[in-house]
């Protein structure tokens, strides 16, 4: 089952993740194997670590909720909080395998919260440039919570684009990039 983690950092909180950068690595080695995307997020100049973002295949809820909450960073109070949710890769692939490159434009991780019906649970244009993409699902793997997808694009508001605007309560964007020793 995969599953869709995001810790996002406590304000103030910087001085401890670079004290914890590997324990958190050594941590996440752990799960290389597992892992389909990783990274951290970022204010939108670049300049400020906001959270941390990993899409890991585990067993089940239990396993889950044990890579989340065991992290060392949450561990030692670093992270405000941790969205984890049941995932569903819609490309089929790692962001290992993604096919553009990495170095040219900016990558963001875009989550749509999302209320009632199902939305975009196809692929929308331009699969080169997506990283990642699929549902949020709650713990019965069916009902559809949101939308979270790695992508590229130029600006925060053409990665916000990839989503039906009107159909979540609430689309957040974060600058990420690609993460891990992989």
Do not use: K
Not at 31 to 50: N, Q, W
Not at 105 to 130: C, K
Not at 172 to 182: D, I, L
């Amino acid at each position: 089952m995969e599953y869709f983690c995001y810790h996002r950092d406590r304000p103030g909180s910087l001085a401890l993740r670079e004290e914890l950068v590997e324990e958190h690595w050594s941590y996440m080695d752990r799960y290389v194997e597992e892992l389909s995307a990783r990274g951290p997020t970022f204010t939108h100049d670049g300049e400020t670590l906001t959270g941390s973002v990993h899409i890991v295949d585990l067993p089940d809820a239990a396993a889950a909720r044990a890579f989340a909450f065991d992290e060392p960073n949450y561990q030692a109070g670093a992270y405000r909080d941790v969205l984890l949710r049941r995932w569903r890769n819609l490309l089929g692939r790692t962001m290992w395998d993604f096919p553009g490159d990495r170095s040219s434009g900016s990558q963001y991780l875009v989550l749509g919260l999302g209320e009632g019906p199902a939305a975009d649970l196809d692929l929308p244009p331009g699969r080169d440039e997506l990283i990642a993409y699929g549902p949020l699902l709650a713990d019965d793997g069916d009902t559809w919570l949101g939308t979270a997808a790695l992508v590229r694009a130029p600006d925060p508001d053409a990665a916000r684009g990839i989503l039906t605007q009107d159909r979540y309560a609430n689309i957040e964007v974060h600058a990420w990039e690609f993460g891990g020793r992989r």
